[in-house]
């Protein structure tokens, strides 16, 4: 099992930065991969940003440029992000995958103001 906790989001207005983390606990020796997903109201979660335990990175054509993930001894994922823009606004949620299963954090509201 492998228990995943977000914190970080809020408000900020167009242009600003906000820094998003992730505490895994548990098997997180497991881990394979870290990420952050995020689900705007009437769309469909997508991914924003991963990482592997191996460090190769992937992040979604929108924010290339923009964000940064990066995982600190598989414990702590975390995603800075810059020049936000009113379309970032999202509920961004953690995700960890292991062999043969997938977990996800509770979710954290980021809002955008224009």
């Known amino acids: 099992q492998v228990h995943l906790v977000e914190s970080g989001g809020g408000l900020v207005q167009a242009g600003g930065s906000l820094r998003l983390s992730c505490a895994a606990s548990?098997?997180?020796?497991?881990?394979?991969?870290t990420g952050w997903y995020r689900q705007a109201p009437g769309k469909q979660r997508e991914l924003v940003a991963s990482?592997?335990?191996?460090?190769?990175t992937n992040y979604a054509d929108s924010v290339k440029g923009r964000f940064t993930i990066s995982v600190d001894n598989v414990k702590n994922t975390s995603l800075q992000m810059n020049s936000l823009k009113p379309e970032d606004t999202a509920v961004y949620y953690c995700?960890?995958?292991?062999?043969?299963?997938?977990?996800w954090g509770q979710g954290t509201q980021v809002t955008v103001s224009s």
């Open positions: 548990g098997t997180i020796f497991s881990i394979s991969r």
């Open positions: 990482i592997t335990s191996g460090g190769k």
């Open positions: 995700n960890a995958v292991v062999p043969a299963n997938n977990y």
